[in-house]
């Protein structure tokens, strides 16, 4: 007699590869589905959950971090188990994965940066933005890197809501994120900041660029920081003139722009100066430290497929400069065992459905959303929908499926392997601490930035 899978008698196991907002709609999405029922397990690298909520959303951007107790519901409920501080590939492997979950879920996002492909991209000072955002955020990956901020000037590549945080972050009044929950290293060294001017780097036009409106306005609303924008780089070609006509992001993005240019300088301490159609070619150093960039004019060219492409003129100037960030793009890293796309970064991938690299044949019983599905595009929300279209393709796929032969107690095995992993529970013991530490500062919270310290806090915490 064959097993049914997602019944009493024998409930679907899932394990969910990230704890991030991808993953976390993928459980509410398959906690949906009626008459289902599931067991949900998540498997999660850091001991804290939450992913990019917690280690990449800006620390002044705190209503949009409020999303997590939604999160909390999911995790608290009887059939859901979190496991933290445990590495997929490391303390659980592939195949004990596959021994134990009906179905995997890889949830992994995209933790690695594109580079810009210029000479001198190596010089000490240049930096992924995705690093001083993780810095500055506490994850545990990048607090003890050291960013030097004596310089007057920064450079910003990219057009992104990323770009666009670290640009605010670095102009930002001090005192202002002293009622965050950044991190509390992060704001001694801003604290000491020379900077006093970042410029923005993007290589197309505004009516291309990829921040949001929110973002845009808020450079508006910085204590003592100027905005500045040359008209020339506004006068756009008719081309992006006609787009305009079908993006409401883009046309309020110009009539912002437009509106800080004309209102120019005022004599501010701090400035942020947007620059477009403007292509980093070389970073320029001495002994090894980055010390300026070498910037190439474009223009822009229809290309094929009727997108807008910038193409360089040949018209060139040097701009000095302390920090470069580069903010040009993401993508996945290979996990052991799992398909990888090379030239996308993404899990290859049908509709959800993990598939081997070159011929598309299914892997069964594996699946993945968010960024490592679709690539590093969209908000926090945008993985909702997303999550929801794979696990349709998981509920479809459900009469196919082989059961896995394991019982499904994978704390077993962490254990035999000497993982020492954290529960949900033991979650909420380090979030209580942060959060009356953060009370004592007036703060959301102070966040524990160094595993060891959060494993020592938590050790702590079973006691009482």
Not at 39 to 52: A, H, S, V
Not at 60 to 67: E, L, R, T
Not at 196 to 202: A, K, P, Q, S, T
Not at 226 to 253: F, G, H, M, R
């Amino acid at each position: 007699m064959s097993v049914q899978l997602g019944t009493v008698e024998r409930p679907l196991r899932v394990a969910i590869v990230g704890a991030g907002p991808a993953g976390f709609y993928a459980a509410e999405a398959l906690l949906k589905q009626k008459d289902l029922v599931c067991q949900i397990d998540f498997i999660n690298r850091l001991p804290t959950p939450y992913g990019l909520v917690r280690e990449g959303v800006a620390p002044d951007h705190q209503s949009i971090k409020a999303v997590t107790r939604i999160y909390d519901k999911l995790a608290a409920l009887p059939n859901v188990r979190y496991f933290g501080n445990v590495t997929f590939g490391r303390d659980l492997s592939h195949q004990e994965l596959k021994a134990h979950y009906d179905q995997i879920i890889y949830a992994v996002g995209a933790q690695s940066d594109r580079k810009m492909g210029v000479p001198g991209e190596e010089f000490l000072g240049s930096l992924p933005a995705t690093i001083f955002v993780g810095w500055y955020n506490g994850h545990p990956d990048y607090s003890d890197r050291h960013f030097d901020l004596s310089h007057e000037r920064v450079v910003v590549v990219g057009n992104g809501n990323v770009a666009m945080d670290v640009t605010r972050i670095l102009a930002s009044n001090p005192d202002e994120l002293a009622k965050t929950d950044m991190a509390d290293y992060a704001l001694g060294v801003l604290r000491t900041s020379q900077v006093r001017e970042v410029v923005v780097l993007g290589r197309r036009g505004p009516a291309q660029a990829a921040f949001t409106n929110p973002e845009l306005k808020e450079f508006g609303e910085l204590e003592g920081v100027d905005v500045i924008v040359d008209p020339a780089d506004l006068e756009l070609d008719p081309l992006s003139e006609q787009s305009l006509a079908e993006d409401k992001t883009a046309t309020k993005n110009v009539d912002m722009l437009r509106a800080y240019a004309a209102r120019g300088a005022t004599g501010a301490p701090k400035r942020i100066v947007m620059r477009f159609l403007a292509s980093p070619v070389e970073v320029l150093g001495e002994d090894g430290k980055v010390v300026g960039v070498k910037i190439e004019r474009n223009k822009l060219v229809q290309a094929a497929d009727g997108t807008q492409r910038p193409r360089g003129t040949g018209q060139y100037e040097t701009l000095a400069c302390g920090m470069i960030l580069r903010s040009v793009g993401y993508r996945g890293v290979r996990l052991p065992g799992v398909p990888f796309d090379e030239t996308s970064g993404t899990i290859p991938n049908v509709a959800g459905r993990v598939v081997r690299t070159r011929s598309d044949e299914v892997v069964p019983g594996e699946y993945v959303v968010g960024w490592a599905k679709r690539g590093p595009s969209g908000i926090i929300g945008t993985n909702k929908p997303d999550a929801a279209a794979t696990v349709a393709m998981m509920i479809e796929d459900l009469p196919t499926l082989t059961p896995a032969p394991g019982d499904g107690a994978v704390e077993k095995i962490l254990e035999s392997h000497g993982v020492h992993y954290i529960t949900f529970a033991d979650w909420k013991i380090l979030d209580a601490h942060e959060a009356r530490r953060g009370v004592e500062q007036s703060r959301p919270r102070v966040k524990e930035t160094n595993v060891d310290r959060m494993m020592a806090v938590i050790q702590e915490g079973r006691k009482g």
